[in-house]
Nanobody, 125 residues
């Protein structure tokens, strides 16, 4: 099964930077799209950024020109570089994958998705 391990959160002052990492394991026979979501205090979980297997990216408007999503396929790791952080960026950040994986027992691909445990980002003014 696909498992995600997140790291890189922490506390920074406004204007600072953090780099989040999501290590994806168990996806050798999978193609997948990876997303970052966040949940700010008192708000619904929201989409932040995504990157597909071919490297195409998307960002929510509030983080464009500040955040950059990237992937190192050799290390099965997806990153979210966050620059010029603002207090409104304070949230729990979650990594998610949506994948199609070959399952030999079914001789077919199975679609599934996985969530990481989340990593806290706190930005002070």
């Amino acid at each position: 099964q696909v498992q995600l391990s997140e790291s890189g959160g922490g506390s920074v002052q406004a204007g600072g930077s953090l780099r989040l990492s999501c290590v994806i394991s168990g996806a050798t026979a999978c193609t997948y799209t990876t997303y970052w979501h966040r949940q700010r205090p008192g708000k619904e979980r929201e989409f932040v950024s995504g990157i597909d297997n071919g490297g195409s990216t998307n960002y929510t408007d509030s983080v464009k020109d500040r955040f950059t999503i990237s992937q190192d396929k050799a290390k099965n790791t997806v990153f979210l570089q966050m620059n010029n952080l603002k207090p409104d960026d304070t949230a729990m950040y979650y990594c998610r994958t949506d994948q199609f994986c070959w399952r030999s027992e079914y001789s077919d691909y199975l679609r599934s998705n996985s969530w990481g445990q989340g990593t806290q980002v706190t930005v002070s003014s």
